[in-house]
């Protein structure tokens, strides 16, 4: 192909997102484990170490793992209780030796692993490495499937530690038992070895592992692969807490390794994250660079008081106590009789969380001790334990009970809830605050107060200071703020602060809280589609507001292309009425044109009503509409409005997929011809045939033919027949494309009874370089989605510049073993 370098293969296929469940909902009771190795096992506790996949992926080699073994020494990594260094995929060859045997890529480990192995081991430290319980591993190279003996058995003799065992390219038929007799095959391998491994099931939670690879593994994923946001850490933490019943010494719920340092979260995210994987009890597996670390990324990873939560020698899981409107309290019993507590926020505004502490298994007391292990504050409380939180946050306390709380700190919750800010003398936003004492003894000489933005105003409309607070009671305050006409929309931080004096002595004491404050603006002159544009507020009858897919259930970004009475959509708001989304404009827009209509994954006999208001006023309704109905185009006149609000209702009491597809927003007086934004520009629609597509690497098979089945573009689509290790579908291009002003390139997908993964790579420059992103997105059976890779993601090799001018080739990847459809591939 005359490419500075091969294509690479996907690097993170397969994650499936319990892709099984309905098909397991019913199964039989789980199989009776074998038993573990003789003489325990070797992970009494969750594991702790590093792996380098999410800060590395494929780009592994013998000098970083030495240098993170230096470092975990160096840092006090070590000492903390961090001890496996352990590699994944792509560190073999492509091909097994002539003995069968799996061999080390000389040029990436040209010691060998053995050579590692022995390098770590001298640092006090331990080995891991990376397997796949299918033909081939995630990546393309040799996996162990009907090779488990010689694998097991090589890896033992090169002194390793720790296996992760994946599921990639693994030939099953969907069954339990399959999942069972694949990794009992290697459990029993490396039970003949003799040597004591720490045996890590990575089968993505698909098969329900908590149920029957207890003695089998010592850890399992609960869930799909995790990714260095919050809306991923959120949507985990759901999905592994109520598991608790299943973990314990020797085995482990583990909900995938740590993303904390690698840019993608704040650093309350990345504590929530540390956090709760303690009070989880799950393995903290590091995967940041920790040769870049900074020294806030290691005290979070290193912080011995949150460890010790998790490395706790009970080695019991955290129950849930109470979950709702996403606040969500964890209980935790530690050796000694002490207790973990955590008070956990996955909202996006600050929330005071309470628990009452006969309600967790704390012994009866008159008072309690809270250490907050992430301040170290020490505080008491009389029977309710409580805290404002603030969002995305986590607050943990190691709690016990207290005789004497005289001497020690009241624990003062303080809390806020705050609108939507309206810059200029008419708007402005109201505040409240409230203070609630906890603390066994009452609070004197309470006084509020409200540090805004310069240039803004809190001014207090109700009473902010108390010459005593009770324990238990409450202050609350309400508050004006005003803000500058000219304040550009964003995220601004108010703190609330309550300072008091307390006990015997009449100590002086404050406590503060975070809240951000919302600003909007009205929208810029244009058409443009809603999606594009943050909402104010949205109420949801099952899980978040989806945009650009329809609603697929209770976690983000879990539905398919919004898809009403057969036509797909690419952009759109996906729903489960009854909802309602609110939007500010400011008077500024005129007309909002959208078509409405039950997605197509509704039961049959659904129906709803979709409402568009412009403030209070009814500008448009399609009346009553249901299941397999073509979609209803609905035009509203929103001349004059300050807000738009968008109403689904559905037509009994089951929640309903109602979708709002293309929706598009006028404002500012603009023909109604005028380009919708953001503009996108098609690359390859399949109109008139393939488009000349072909595959990258002709030895690993696949074939392209135009297809009527799937469309997002047009009337016609491509269908692929794709191998099961992958390849990239695409083609070289006659002359240079330009992308000049383009961010983006994106492709939609529909897969069939296997999912697939999904990548984007490009070629450039006149020695057709090739450059690759790194998001590998998984998209399950019989589903749909947009595949999405920025500029500013794709990696070129060294001394390349990726120059969107100069754009030679475009390739997709695709990997199923099966049948896939793909339409509009484009540049947004």
């Not at 993170?12 to 190795?37: E, K, R, V």
């Not at 993170?68 to 792509?90: E, H, M, P, R, W």
């Not at 109420?539 to 650009?548: K, S």
Request: charged content about 15%; overall charge negative.
């Amino acid at each position: 192909m005359g490419n500075k370098g091969r294509p690479r293969r996907a690097v993170a296929a397969l994650t499936s997102y319990l892709l099984l469940a309905g098909a397991i909902a019913g199964a039989a009771p789980a199989q009776a484990a074998p038993a573990h190795l003789a003489g325990g096992t070797p992970a009494a506790t969750p594991p702790m170490g590093f792996n380098n996949w999410n800060a590395f992926g494929c780009d592994v080699n013998e000098a970083l793992i030495k240098e993170t073994a230096d470092i975990f020494v160096s840092s006090g990594l070590k000492d903390a209780g961090y001890q496996y260094v352990n590699i994944d995929d792509c560190w073999s060859a492509r091909e097994r030796g002539a003995d069968g045997k799996l061999v080390p890529d000389p040029v990436k480990f040209p010691n060998g692993i053995k050579g590692v192995a022995d390098y770590v081991h001298a640092k006090g430290l331990k080995l891991g490495i990376y397997g796949d319980a299918g033909t081939k591993t995630c990546a393309g190279y040799p996996g162990s499937l009907g090779h488990e003996d010689v694998d097991a058995q090589t890896w033992a003799d090169w002194g390793v530690d720790y296996l992760k065992y994946d599921n990639c390219n693994n030939q099953s038929d969907g069954s339990q038992a399959d999942y069972v007799r694949r990794y009992t095959a290697m459990r029993a391998a490396i039970g003949r070895t003799g040597r004591s491994i720490v045996y890590s099931i990575c089968e993505w939670g698909t098969s329900q592992p908590w149920l029957w690879a207890k003695g089998i593994g010592d850890l399992w994923r609960t869930t799909g692969d995790i990714s260095d946001n919050w809306s991923s850490i959120r949507s985990i933490i759901r999905q592994n807490a109520p598991l608790a019943p299943y973990a314990g010494p020797g085995h482990w719920n583990d909900p995938d390794m740590l993303e904390v340092g690698n840019g993608g979260m704040t650093a309350t995210e990345y504590r929530s994250h540390m956090g709760m994987w303690a009070m989880m009890a799950a393995p903290l597996i590091i995967g940041t660079d920790l040769r870049k670390a900074s020294a806030e990324t290691l005290s979070i990873l290193g912080n011995r008081e949150v460890i010790a939560i998790d490395q706790d020698r009970l080695g019991v899981q955290a129950s849930v106590v109470s979950d709702s409107g996403g606040l969500m309290v964890l209980d935790k019993p530690l050796a000694g009789g002490d207790r973990a507590i955590a008070l956990h926020n996955s909202t996006d505004s600050l929330a005071t969380i309470s628990v009452a502490a006969r309600d967790t298994g704390l012994a009866r007391a008159g008072a309690y001790r809270l250490h907050d292990v992430w301040t170290g504050d020490t505080l008491q409380a009389r029977s309710t334990i409580s805290a404002g939180v603030p969002a995305h946050g986590t607050v943990v306390y190691r709690v016990r009970p207290l005789r004497d709380p005289a001497a020690t700190a009241p624990a003062v919750a303080v809390g806020a809830g705050l609108g939507t800010i309206v810059p200029g003398p008419a708007g402005g936003g109201s505040l409240t605050t409230t203070v609630t004492n906890r603390g066994a003894g009452a609070l004197r000489d309470l006084a509020v107060s409200a540090n805004v933005p310069a240039g803004w105003s809190a001014t207090p409309t109700t009473a902010q200071r108390r010459e005593r607070l009770a324990t238990d009671a409450t202050l609350e305050t309400a508050w004006t703020i005003g803000v500058p006409a000219n304040t550009p929309a964003g995220r601004y931080p108010i703190t609330v602060t309550a300072a008091y004096r307390w006990g015997p002595r009449n100590r002086a004491a404050a406590t503060s809280s975070e809240i951000v404050a919302i600003v909007v603006n009205a929208p810029a002159d244009g058409r443009r589609h809603l999606s594009t544009l943050p909402a104010v507020t949205s109420v949801n009858a099952t899980g978040p507001v989806e945009l650009d897919q329809g609603n697929g259930g209770p976690l983000e970004n879990d539905g398919s292309l919004i898809t009403v009475g057969g036509v797909v959509y690419t952009r759109g708001l996906g729903t489960s009425a009854a909802s309602e989304i609110t939007y500010y404009l400011g008077g500024r827009c005129s007309k909002l044109v959208t078509d409405a209509g039950i997605d197509d994954t509704a039961g049959a006999g659904a129906t709803a009503t979709f409402s568009i208001y412009a403030g209070d006023t009814l500008a448009a309704t399609s009346g009553s509409v249901g299941t397999g109905q073509a979609p209803t185009t609905l035009t509203a006149d929103l001349t004059g409005a300050t807000w738009l609000r968008l109403v689904a209702t559905p037509g009994g009491s089951s929640a309903v997929p109602a979708d709002w597809a293309k929706p598009v927003l006028t404002c500012g007086g603009v023909a109604d011809d005028s380009p919708v934004l953001p503009q996108s520009q098609t690359l390859f629609s399949f109109e008139s045939g393939t488009d000349g597509f072909t595959i990258a690497n002709p030895g690993d098979g696949g074939t392209v033919a135009q297809s009527p089945l799937f469309h997002t573009d047009g009337v016609a689509g491509l269908k692929v027949a794709t191998p099961a290790g992958g390849n990239w579908f695409g083609r070289a291009l006659s002359a240079p494309l330009d992308l000049t002003g383009k961010t983006m390139l994106r492709y939609d997908v529909k897969t069939g009874g296997i999912g697939t993964s999904g990548e984007i790579a490009i070629q450039v420059g006149d020695d057709m370089s090739w450059c690759q992103g790194g998001l590998w997105t998984w998209t399950g059976t019989d589903s749909s989605r947009t595949i999405t890779e920025r500029f500013d993601q794709i990696g070129c090799p060294a001394g390349v510049t990726l120059d969107p001018s100069a754009i030679r080739a475009v390739w997709v990847f695709l990997n199923s073993g099966g049948e896939v459809y793909i339409d509009n591939v484009r540049a947004e």
